[in-house]
């Protein structure tokens, strides 16, 4: 509604935009793709202002399911609803090109921090700017958990369900996928009872102001005529994007044998794209155990390395696998150059992560659109979005124990079972600076990337002054 239109006390509501060609939409999307740091929050948020507010492209409660809906996907949810947004105003063309730019630079970026990291990353100034930046990625993720369980916690069944989820992947080692498959399903039943503590809402929020009606956009509320899918037509969807995923996955498997470091790539990131709910904070603690206890691609610390690239460059965080891919097939090479059978593996990592992404929203949306104000969906959503945030709590004290501690000792009794830090093997250096990047984000509201920036600065001048090794 317009200024004149308050002033005036009326509720005449504004024209909607003009018709937007896929050229035009392309440059939005470069712009979004290139501003796109911050993590999932950020990335929304931003969305948010350029497509609801700014361009008025899709109202406030449109965006919202369709944000909604990318929550309760596996893979990165702002990438997702990139993609369900773009198919929105321009069918599959629209969908590849928004979700494809949206991963775009930072596939760029991770692969020349990638190389940097292969080649310097022992020298000490490289590791001592590593180690600030350690530091700062806890902060982050801290913030991550603040930000989510603000929006997400508002009664105290969510608060429950977030802490039970946290004792059970912490302490029991339950699988994360099934801990959110729970809440959904109680969620889910809530919601359909009309149970009000379910009526929450979830995702990272979004800017606050005025809503932009969906009647006011250029999307409007109509159901979309390429929403209406035959049977025949989802199927041939289904098909086109499950043959772009799994074809290299099998020629892979019978070219080089399960036991190569590219077959294992193109497998494990593969299931990791059908079991990542939650979004990257959710899932990076599992790949971090997998890759450096199970596989062997990364050392402890690495994988906080790999964070805080995707933490400083644009783009979904989930690019982090890409760097996991990378040095994974960059110390396995086989006959090839270590940095050839690094970008290799970077990119095929990259490849079976994102391409599901799109399969996920081209067969689903349709059915979703169908869906919009369904209170049962919507209660499944916000019991999932609490269950996240206990799944991130885990990630957090996980990067704080490997980033603060020298050593881990594993503890078990009956089903307990988690990783203990040793107190004598504290690095002051790294708590202080811990310290200082948490207190700055969280009493001093410091963005990501200052705080990235000092932290890594403050670790090179504590190398270069001869205070860490």
């Known amino acids: 509604m317009s200024a004149e239109a308050l002033a005036a006390g009326t509720t005449t509501p504004r024209s909607r935009p003009a018709e937007v060609t ?46 909604n809906y990318c929550m309760v ?66 902060a982050i993720v801290l913030q991550a958990v603040v930000r989510i369980s603000s929006r997400a916690l508002k009664n105290n069944v969510m608060r429950a369900m977030a802490a039970f989820a946290f004792v059970l992947i912490f302490f029991v080692g339950i699988p994360f996928p099934l801990i959110v498959l729970a809440a959904g399903v109680i969620g889910y039943f809530g919601g359909r009872a009309g149970l009000a503590v379910f ?67 193109a497998t494990f990131f593969s299931t990791l794209a059908v079991v990542t709910f939650g979004g990257a904070y959710a899932v990076l603690a599992y790949v971090a155990q997998e890759a450096v206890q199970s596989y062997h691609w990364l050392q402890p610390g ?11 460059t644009p783009g979904p965080l989930i690019m982090v696998l890409q760097f996991v891919g990378f040095m994974g097939a960059y110390r396995a090479p086989g006959m090839l150059h270590p940095l050839l059978a690094g970008t290799l593996g970077g990119l095929l990592a990259t490849w079976v992560t994102f391409i599901p992404c799109f399969l996920w929203i081209f067969l689903g949306a349709p059915f979703i659109e169908r869906l919009r104000g369904n209170a049962a969906v919507a209660g499944a959503l916000s019991a999932i979005t609490a269950a996240v945030v206990g799944v991130i709590l885990n990630l957090a004290i996980w990067f704080a124990i490997h980033t603060i501690f020298r050593q881990v000792q594993p503890f078990a009794a009956g089903p307990v079972r988690f990783d203990m830090p040793v107190l004598a093997s504290v690095d002051l250096w790294a708590l202080l600076l811990s310290a ?34």
């Open 302 to 312: 690495e994988m906080l390395d790999g964070l805080g690239m995707a933490e400083t």
């Open 22 to 67: 896929l050229g035009e939409a392309f440059w939005v999307w470069l712009r979004i793709a290139s501003l796109s740091f911050g993590g999932p929050a950020g990335q929304i948020a931003m969305m948010h202002r350029v497509l609801v507010e700014e361009k008025r492209w899709i109202g406030e409660h449109r965006f919202l399911h369709a944000l």
């Open 73 to 138: 996907l596996p893979g990165p949810e702002a990438q997702q609803l990139a993609t369900y947004i773009g198919w929105l105003m321009h069918r599959t063309k629209g969908g590849i090109v928004a979700g494809g730019l949206f991963v775009l630079p930072g596939v760029v970026s991770i692969m020349a921090l990638s190389w940097i990291y292969a080649l310097y990353g022992k020298l000490g100034i490289v590791s001592a700017l590593f180690f600030g930046l350690k530091a700062a990625v806890l």
């Open 199 to 265: 009526k929450v809402g979830g995702g990272h929020g979004v800017a606050k102001g005025a809503i932009v009606e969906d009647a006011e956009t250029l999307l409007g509320e109509e159901f979309p005529a390429h929403a209406r899918v035959a049977p025949r037509e989802a199927i041939r969807t289904a098909g086109v994007w499950l043959a772009l995923w799994l074809v290299p996955v099998a020629i892979l498997l019978v070219w080089l044998g399960p036991a190569n470091v590219f077959s294992q790539i």
């Open 436 to 469: 200082a990047a948490i207190v700055a984000m969280l009493r001093f509201k410091a963005g990501a990337i200052p705080t990235l920036l000092v932290a890594s600065a403050a670790g090179v001048i504590l190398y270069l002054t001869g205070l860490t090794r």
